[in-house]
Nanobody
């Protein structure tokens, strides 16, 4: 089992920056792939960013490409999401997710991930 705990959410003005962290505990071998998703009120949960174990493969939703950066520190069992040039439409609950194994694909679907954090709220004011 893997437990994921997100932190770093909050309120920020449009154009600002915010960093999220996700600490993983339990079986580190179960965090081969890590991802960030978000869910805005009244909308479905959507993929934001993903990263493989070594960190040399990252991928993003088109809506955040160039503004968000995902990274990880395996020594700390932590994955990060640095968000910049934030827009009001980035307002959502952000979730960290983990996948046990990788076949080299880009994992962008909710069903690709087995473990989820409880979420952290990000609110961007206009």
């Amino acid at each position: 089992q893997v437990q994921l705990v997100e932190s770093g959410g909050g309120l920020v003005q449009a154009g600002g920056s915010l960093g999220l962290s996700c600490a993983a505990s339990g079986r580190s071998s179960s965090t081969e792939v890590m991802g960030w998703f978000r869910q805005a009120p009244g909308k479905e949960r959507e993929f934001v960013a993903g990263i493989n174990w070594s960190g040399d493969t990252t991928y993003y939703a088109d809506s955040v490409k160039g503004r968000f950066t995902i990274s990880r520190d395996n020594a700390k069992n932590t994955v990060y999401l640095q968000m910049s040039s934030l827009k009001p439409e980035d307002t959502a609950v952000y979730y960290c997710a983990a996948r046990t194994y990788s076949s080299g694909y880009y994992y962008t679907h909710i069903s690709d991930y087995s473990y989820w954090g409880q979420g952290t709220q990000v609110t961007v004011s206009s």
